[in-house]
Each structure stands twice: as structure tokens, then as C-alpha cells.
């Protein structure tokens, strides 16, 4: 049984930061493709970063710059390094995984919430 646990949300000021992690069960992280999606009230699910098998690294561009994806295979944790945080950050954060860039994200994890306020 695959499972991914979020944690590290919160609320925080804006050009504040926060750490999300996500901590896999039922396999290891160096098998898989990684991302971090995110999710505001009436918006559709955005992807913000994702970390290929080979440690090549994506970002949005709403995030690049500001957010660092990583992931520490030993662990099997998934991290999301979030610096000079600004309200529109503001929503439920989501780790996913699938079986190469590009494919289905089939695994997720139920999410963290971020709320940045002004």
C-alpha cells in the first residue's frame, strides 16, 4: 500500500517561508517522478515543482526562484523549501507520484494547508 503524508503547512506573513514535507510508505522516492501541486478555492489544481528520478527539477514560474523542490531518497521524504511567501501562495498544498516525467500522477497525499496573509 503506497502512501504519501504531507506536513509543514501553516500560516505565515508574506516574505515569510515554510518547509513542506512529504513522508512516502510502500516504496522508495528514487523509483518515481515527484511534484508538489497546489490547489486555491475556485482555482484548478496548479503545479508548482516537480524533481524527475535523476534530480532534474521543474518549477512553475509563478514559484521559480522563490520554492526548492528536493527529496532525500534515504528518508523516502519529499521536501518543498518555500521562501518570500505572498498571499496568491495562499492554498492546499498536495505531494503526488508518478512512474516518469510526463506520466500519470497516480499516487497523492491529502494535502497541507498554506495560508499567507499580508
Known amino acids: 500500500q503506497v502512501e504519501l503524508v504531507e506536513s509543514g503547512g501553516g500560516s505565515v506573513q508574506a516574505g515569510g517561508s515554510l518547509r513542506l514535507s512529504c513522508a512516502a510508505s510502500?516504496?522508495?522516492?528514487?523509483?518515481?517522478?515527484m511534484g508538489w501541486f497546489r490547489q486555491a478555492p475556485g482555482k484548478e489544481r496548479e503545479e508548482v515543482a516537480v524533481i524527475d528520478r535523476d534530480d532534474s527539477t521543474s518549477y512553475a514560474d509563478s514559484v521559480k526562484g522563490r520554492f526548492t523542490i528536493s527529496k532525500d531518497n534515504a528518508k523516502n521524504t519529499l521536501y518543498l523549501q518555500m521562501n518570500r511567501l505572498k498571499p496568491e501562495d495562499t492554498a492546499m498544498y498536495y505531494c503526488?507520484?508518478?512512474?516518469?516525467?510526463?506520466?500519470?500522477?497516480?499516487?497523492w497525499g491529502q494535502g497541507t494547508q498554506v495560508t499567507v496573509s499580508s
Open positions: 503526488a507520484a508518478s512512474y516518469g516525467l510526463g506520466k500519470p500522477w497516480v499516487y
Open positions: 510502500g516504496y522508495t522516492y528514487y523509483r518515481y517522478c
